[in-house]
């Protein structure tokens, strides 16, 4: 069973950057891919970015060159995210799949908001 929780969530004024983590515990192997979505109030979870077990990162067109995903290892994920925008606040949910497996884990989520 793998468990994943995120932290650095917070208040941050239009413009300003905030990173967020996710750290993952428990047996994760093969093949995986982990990522970062979020959901506005009223709306549908979305994807922000994600990040494969080879390193190859994918982007939201909404967020591309101001938020970069990476990680450490399996273990630790971060989001960093520069430049934001009212529109950016959401709840932001850390995921990982191991397609092998088959399996799909979130966290519990952090959220970011974005006003002045």
């Known amino acids: 069973q793998v468990q994943l929780v995120e932290s650095g969530g917070g208040l941050v004024q239009p413009g300003g950057s905030l990173r967020v983590s996710c750290a993952a515990s428990?047996?994760?192997?093969?093949?995986?891919?982990m990522g970062w979505y979020r959901q506005a109030p009223g709306k549908q979870r979305e994807l922000v970015a994600v990040?494969?077990?080879?390193?190859?990162t994918n982007y939201a067109d909404s967020v591309k060159g101001r938020f970069t995903i990476s990680r450490d290892n399996a273990k630790k994920m971060y989001l960093q995210m520069n430049s934001l925008k009212p529109e950016d606040t959401a709840v932001y949910y850390c995921?990982?799949?191991?397609?092998?497996?088959?399996?799909?884990?979130w966290g519990q989520g952090t959220q970011v908001t974005v006003s002045s």
């Open positions: 995921n990982l799949k191991m397609v092998g497996a088959g399996t799909d884990y």
């Open positions: 428990g047996s994760i192997f093969g093949i995986y891919i």
């Open positions: 990040i494969t077990s080879g390193g190859s």
